[in-house]
Structures are given as structure tokens and as C-alpha cells.
């Protein structure tokens, strides 16, 4: 494609900007790494939250950690790499979606972990199914639509930002929420994110984030936040089991997860053009949508499989791509080998989930707010006409709304709560069906 490019205007392109473009390696891994540290405490979170909320012991929620990994690399391989027709072959990470964690508590509280499973099951499947007709949907999911939902997504992931900023994901249970010290360390990780990026360019500026990670986890070592524990006692190597806790299905489940893979389908179009807009000034094709959520179905299958929650694309990463402007799929490529290697060697993964809280928090604001602001980019390529304002007004009104006042469902019936669980399936639902209802406007 940047050959093409180059023929046609007779400017030379920018490589960074090319999918298939492979960086010096000196270059390359700290960037896959870096793509790894925006997207591993919230592949991590969602697992421990649902093992949390289930009752699990603590040998189970390591096990449900380390399957996370493992099969969030196999699932972003399929992105990067592909095989046939699935796969986006663009700098797509992978990872367990903050969007699912309502509606698998839900379930999972019935039917237990090989309820979740299930379920999981049944996303995969339903996206597949999506993937063969996406080139009918896609017109109906419009930037405004896609940018709606990546803009929730991010919205929603702000709060734990200032959460681990805080010190703890956590903070109703600890006292020390908050200190001055946390909030410090994470401001100086900020600080120096934002410094490098500013004021380099190329490999110094596209890795600002590692590289302030790195600089808060040695200060956040002699201050006591680093769990070395948990490193020193990490064992070596572990495969885990397939299928550990069963697989169950129901009735119940099967509306939840047809929403949610719409949902998904929706987030992974808006990530896969924010990337292609973001990183090369340029539209996604259809080929790379399609084989994009062929690989998002086909991962969580997988992952399913594997004892992992529903994969899909992180937007995080889609931010971190527009702080590095680094476009590699073979980037990412890296950062699946790196997931990998930390599922199976669990003291590889212990070294990087000893990460300080408050030094994630740090940066966890900067690329979170890209996301975000990723969001807002998406619907400002449609006209702000009356029609889409209106569209915008309603969506999030709801979908937040109901968000903020949990006690508003508590009279619906489980299978609707489940799906107000989050502000993310309200807006996409409303956005999408009043995208199809209200007529379009010839002027604002």
C-alpha cells in the first residue's frame, strides 16, 4: 500500500504509517512490551473482578490470570498473523473486555465459571455469524455510531485510571486511598509520558509510556509498592488445563450474548478505523473489518476453550497507536509472543503484574484519555447536524444515566439488568437503532 501511495503522489511514505513494516528489533520490542503494559491490568482485571464476585479461591483466580494471557497472545496472533481469512493484519491487541464484566457476573452467579465460559462460548459464535454479513451491516454502524461506543469505552475506563492513581483498584476497602505519595508517583509517570512524547521524536517519543513505566517502577521499588513476593515465589513454567471448570449453557444466556457480540462488533469496527485513521490517515477496508471481527469471534472461542473470558479488540491499544504513531502489525506481533510467555511462565507475568498501582495510574490516564479522545475524533467525521446530536444526546444520556443510578433497574427483569449492567450496551443499542429510524437532514 505505500507503494501505491507513493506512485500516486510522488511522496514518499511515511513507514511508520505501513502495517507490514517491521522496526529495528532494538526498536520493536520495547514497543510490542509497551503495547503489553497498556493493555495487561485491565486483560488481568476482568478475571479477578468475575473470580471475585464468584468466590473463587486464590490458586483459581492465578489460574484464570495466567489463562488470560496465555490466550489473549493466541487471540492477538490471529489479528497480527491471521489465517486465511481471519485476522485484520493491522496492530490489533487482544485482550478480556471491561464490556463483558456485567453481564458474565450476572451469569455467572447462577450458572457458575462453566456458565461465564459458556457464554463466552456462545459471544465467539455469534460474532462469527456477524463477520459474514458485515459488509451489509457495516452501513448501518457509521463512524458516529462506532465512535459512540469507543467513546463510552473509554469514558468508563477513566475511573480506573484514577482508581490505581489512588493507589488501589479498590479504594472503599483501604484508608490510605489517595495519599499524597501515590498520587505523586503517578503524576511523575504522567509527567514523563507526556515530556517524551512532546519533546522527541521517533523511538524516544513513540515509547515514552514504557519508558515511564519503567522509571516509576524503580522509584515505586525502594518505596515498598513493588510485590517482590509474588515474583520470588512465581514458579517457572505452567501450561494450563483446557477446560478446567466445564462448559454449561441456557436459554437465558443466549439474547445477553447476541446483544454483546453486536456490541463487540461494533467496538471492533470503531478500534480497527480509529487505528487505520489514527495511525495511517486512512479509511479500513472491508477485508481488514471482516477478517478484524473473524478474529474476535474466533479468539473468544478459543479462548473459551482455554478458560479465558470473550476476547476482543483493546481500545487502549488503539490510543497507545495514536500516541506512538507506530502502525507495525508486527509491533503486536510481539506483544502476543510477550502475553504468551507470561501465561506460561508465570514469574514472567508475576514481574510485570508487580507493576505499582499508582505507577499504571499514571499512565493508564494518558492512554485511557486517548481512547477516549479517540471516541470523540470517530464522531466528529460525521456532521453535527440536529439529527446526529440528537443521536448523541440520547445514547449517552441513557446508556450513563442508568449507569449512575443503579437502583433505576432494580425492578427489570435479570436478563435487562444484565444488559444495563454498563452505559456501553444502552448507547450502542440506541445509537444504532435511532442511526436507523430518524430520517437524514440535508442541512445542520
Do not use: C
Not at 17 to 45: F, R, S, T
Not at 212 to 230: E, F
Not at 255 to 262: E, G, P, S, T
Not at 289 to 313: E, F, H, Q, R
Amino acid at each position: 500500500m505505500a507503494k501505491k501511495l507513493e506512485k500516486r503522489t510522488g511522496i514518499e511514505p511515511d513507514p511508520m504509517q505501513d502495517p507490514n513494516y517491521m522496526p529495528p528489533i532494538k526498536e520493536a520490542v520495547p514497543l510490542g512490551i509497551q503495547h503489553v503494559m497498556a493493555m495487561l491490568v485491565g486483560n488481568i482485571a476482568v478475571p479477578f473482578i468475575i473470580g471475585n464476585a464468584l468466590g473463587l479461591d486464590i490458586e483459581q483466580k492465578i489460574f484464570l490470570v495466567q489463562a488470560a494471557m496465555l490466550m489473549a497472545g493466541v487471540a492477538t496472533l490471529f489479528q497480527t498473523i491471521g489465517i486465511g481469512p481471519v485476522g485484520a493484519r493491522l496492530p490489533v491487541v487482544q485482550g478480556t473486555s471491561f464490556a463483558f464484566l456485567g453481564p458474565l457476573i450476572g451469569i455467572g452467579k447462577t450458572m457458575g465459571m462453566a456458565g461465564v465460559l459458556g457464554a463466552a462460548v456462545l459471544n465467539g459464535i455469534f460474532q462469527i455469524i456477524l463477520a459474514m454479513f458485515v459488509d451489509s451491516v457495516r452501513r448501518y454502524i457509521p463512524p458516529l455510531i462506532s465512535g459512540l461506543v469507543v467513546l463510552t469505552i473509554g469514558a468508563t475506563l477513566l475511573a480506573v485510571s484514577i482508581r490505581y492513581t489512588g493507589g488501589h483498584p479498590v479504594p472503599r476497602l483501604l484508608p490510605d486511598f489517595g495519599a499524597w505519595y501515590y498520587i505523586a508517583l503517578a503524576a511523575f509517570v504522567l509527567a514523563i509520558a507526556i515530556a517524551l512524547r512532546t519533546m522527541f521524536a521517533g523511538f524516544i517519543g513513540a515509547s515514552g509510556v514504557f519508558i515511564a513505566i519503567v522509571a516509576g517502577y524503580l522509584i515505586g521499588w525502594p518505596m515498598g509498592l513493588v510485590k517482590v513476593d509474588s515474583i520470588v515465589n512465581a514458579s517457572w513454567f505452567a501450561i494450563p488445563s483446557p477446560l478446567q471448570f466445564g462448559i454449561e449453557f441456557s436459554g437465558a444466556m443466549i439474547l445477553v450474548m447476541a446483544i454483546m457480540a453486536f456490541v463487540t462488533t461494533v467496538e471492533t469496527i470503531g478500534d480497527i478505523s480509529g487505528i487505520t485513521v489514527g495511525g495511517a490517515g486512512r479509511e479500513a477496508t472491508k477485508k481488514e473489518i471482516k477478517g478484524g471481527i473473524l478474529a474476535d469471534g474466533l479468539g473468544t472461542l478459543v479462548a473459551a476453550l482455554g478458560n479465558a473470558m470473550p476476547n476482543t479488540s483493546f481500545s487502549q491499544n488503539v490510543g497507545l497507536i495514536a500516541y506512538t504513531g507506530v502502525m507495525s502489525r508486527h509491533v503486536v506481533t510481539i506483544s502476543g509472543l510477550v502475553l504468551i510467555a507470561a501465561g506460561l511462565v508465570p514469574k514472567f507475568g508475576a514481574l510485570i503484574t508487580a507493576i505499582p498501582n499508582p505507577v499504571f495510574g499514571g499512565a493508564a490516564i494518558m492512554m485511557f484519555g486517548l481512547v477516549t479522545a479517540s471516541g470523540i475524533k470517530l464522531i466528529s467525521r460525521a456532521p453535527l447536524t440536529r439529527r446526529n446530536l440528537m443521536i448523541i444526546a440520547v445514547s449517552l444520556a441513557v446508556g450513563w444515566g442508568i449507569y449512575a443510578v443503579p437502583e433505576f433497574t432494580a425492578g427489570m427483569a435479570p436478563t435487562l439488568k444484565l444488559l444495563v449492567a454498563t452505559p456501553i450496551i444502552p448507547v450502542a443499542v440506541l445509537g444504532f437503532v435511532l442511526n436507523l429510524l430518524l430520517p437524514e437532514e440535508d442541512g445542520a
